[in-house]
DNA sequence: TGAAAATATGAATAACTGTTCATATATTAA
DNA sequence: TTAATATATGAACAGTTATTCATATTTTCA
């Protein structure tokens, strides 16, 4: 199947119940977008381009040749990547470039290798 | 394929080389892993088991009633989560309690809620 | 010991996901 | 317009994953 069942995802699960045991009131719906939301960060490819973009915009190719991935590897997981509105394009001539749309992507990224990091003991 | 791949994909990828191009110098190495662990809050029962827990410790029963699932379906998670060291199993009697293992898991999973209802306009 | 309760596990399956390859689209420059 | 460059996209495929169902294991209690 192909990327589409991202968004195909989201809207097929959606529904207003409520899980009736919760310390903090998240719905249902709130947690499956929480999972679907964490799922963009479940892959090295993601997470490598993420990482890149951490040091500011960068090109499609530029991706391509720093990460040593084909071109359409790269296409493909920044279509997922914009969809989600992770990432943000920016057209100067010929050339695109990407860089993370929200500021929480970053945060996120790094509470999380803080505690990879920690069970290392680095 | 049975869920063992969790662990069989940790080690298949193991390796030394280090991303050429990094403002904080993370090795690839450390990426896979980061991606590997985003992976278990990238499904919908498990970010429920985890959500629960943050109310403290809770049977394998109990979460099957709460969350309205198949005990086997909760128990093949739970091993999931718990090969991974996310949750810690504690016997008593006939019944197995499990808890948070680590105190980063409640951190990262509001980093991500916070992301989540941000987005909502919450 | 035997039955019941609670949990774990294995195999099978259906669905999903990332990559590959080929090709299409868009932009620039000659 | 044509060629070249940069990026996007579609279809197919192989690998992965969550669930289901059946069964095994462990512990308690009669």
Redesign the pocket.
Known sequence: ???C??IK?KELHRHDERTEVSAHEVSLDTLFELSEFF?FFG???RIRIIHLMLSGEI???DIAEKLNL????V??????LRTANLVK?R?D????FYSLDDEHIGLIFNTGLTHILHKKGK
């Open positions: 199947m192909n990327n069942s991202y995802n799922k892959d090295t490819t090109s499609v190719n084909e071109q359409s590897v296409s493909h997981q920044l279509r997922i394009p057209r001539g010929r050339k695109m």
